[in-house]
């Protein structure tokens, strides 16, 4: 039997996660942690009997905590409680499916508590990643990758030696507005944005995607996970999403992964690498699937990949500014306050503003993100005259 914490499991990552665990029958779920649906969150304990759950929102931890009072579950809240629901003894491995450079704290704490880390989590990576990386080695935990992308790098890594790989592949679908100019997307609205053509994922990174500001996330999340410099990280747009990710090696020897866009797969790999199991659902067919096709990005137009570029090659805390930068204009784009070009308007804005501090430690992120909504908040209310 094994043990785990889910944070996000109330999530497109989470709600998967918990189907993997039903399928698999040896796994069992120790910790779960949500925002605030807390009508998902009381099926989920009712169903998989965590010994603690925590609800992020207090009144709403307050009231879960009325309706699961039949049941011996502890119920916590806030930063406190996901740290906690992080660091929850029995669990060997914590998934870290909150969306959000939120995730740092609670992710440290898992670390700290010896557990291996099942990362979605991008923001973390691309945040702290020089924080997360060395005290992963130090510590003696493996940072397992969840996302596709990085999936399929670990998988073509294995078997082969350490620092054999001359380029990283990294596939992207190009979104639902591949091949439109800036012109073409100035009236793209949130139900738009909102359509992605292969991937069935949370809103946030839905709309990441759309921007290729997702892309950009990946290229400093690759860095991190596979210790490899931005030079040998080359975005391919592979728009059927049936490839997803590829190495090319000092010989000149390309592997690929390649499978159906599910991301069962990548999380029940995390789950049990190095252990191969079956996972039930649609398989490739390359008899009707026709063509696979590649282009060059365009970061002319999707300034979001030009911009994590810029801000993954300087480091420091740039990365840090161009994550909260989006994860703000994102929201207020979602909240229909900002028009769509904004939020890479916004990403260019606070880089532009922002000292770079180098190596900057948990307080500092924490401190950069602040700088930045505060800075973009004021010129949002100038912009709409508040
Ligand atoms: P969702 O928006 O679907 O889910 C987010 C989850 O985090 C929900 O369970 C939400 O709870 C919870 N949450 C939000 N804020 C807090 C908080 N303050 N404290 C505790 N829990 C919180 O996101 P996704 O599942 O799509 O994405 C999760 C992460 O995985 C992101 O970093 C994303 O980039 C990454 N990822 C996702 C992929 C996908 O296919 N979805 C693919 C690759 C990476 P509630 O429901 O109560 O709001
Ligand atoms: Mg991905």
């Known amino acids: 039997m094994k043990n785990i914490g889910i944070l996000g499991s109330t999530g497109s990552i989470g709600t998967q996660t ?3 665990v039903r399928n698999n029958k040896d796994i069992q779920v120790t910790a779960l942690a949500a925002g605030s649906n807390i009508g998902l969150l009381e099926r989920q304990i009712r169903e998989f009997r965590p010994a603690l759950a925590c609800v992020w929102d207090e009144k709403k931890a307050l009231e879960l905590k009325g309706l699961v009072a039949d049941l011996n579950v502890k119920i916590v809240s806030g930063m406190k409680g996901l740290m906690e629901a992080a660091a929850e003894p029995k669990a060997q491995t914590v998934v870290t499916a909150v969306v959000g450079m939120i995730g740092i704290r609670p992710t440290i ?4 508590a ?6 979605a989590n991008k923001e973390t990576l691309v945040t702290a990643g020089h924080i997360i990386m060395p005290l992963a080695k130090k510590l003696g935990v493996r940072i397992l990758p969840v996302d596709s992308e990085h999936s399929a790098i670990f998988q073509c890594l294995n078997g082969e030696g350490k620092g054999k790989i001359h380029k990283i592949l990294l596939t992207a679908s190009g979104g639902p507005f591949r091949g439109r100019t800036r012109q073409e997307m100035k009236d793209v609205q949130v139900e738009d944005a909102l359509k992605h053509p292969n991937w069935s994922m949370g809103r946030k990174i839905t709309i990441d995607s759309s921007t290729m500001v997702n892309k950009g996330l990946e290229v400093m999340e690759a860095k991190w996970l596979f210790d490899v410099t931005f030079d040998q990280i080359q975005v391919v747009v592979q728009p059927q999403s049936v490839i997803h990710s590829m190495v090319e090696f000092e010989d000149g020897a390309v592997m690929a992964q390649l ?8 999380i029940q790999y995390a789950l049990y690498y190095p252990e191969r199991r079956f996972l039930p659902g649609d398989r490739l067919d390359f008899g009707s699937m026709g063509q696979i096709t590649f282009e060059p990005p365009d970061p002319e137009n999707f300034r979001g990949l030009a911009l994590a570029y810029e801000a993954g090659r300087r480091g420091g805390s740039l990365p840090v500014v161009f994550n909260a930068a989006n994860e703000y204009a994102v929201s207020e784009f979602l909240n229909r306050r900002i028009s769509y070009l904004e939020i890479t308007d916004m990403i260019e804005e606070a880089m532009r503003a922002h000292q770079v501090i180098d190596a900057p430690d948990v307080e500092q992120i924490l401190e950069a993100e602040r700088q930045t909504r505060q800075l973009l908040a004021g010129i949002s209310g100038k912009k709409a005259g508040r």
């Not at 499978?259 to 990548?266: A, E, N, R, V, Y």
């Open 114 to 119: 010896g557990k291996d880390i099942a990362l």
């Open 109 to 112: 704490a898992a670390m700290e």
């Open 259 to 266: 499978g159906t866009p599910d991301m069962k797969l990548p």
């Open 18 to 20: 918990l189907e993997v």
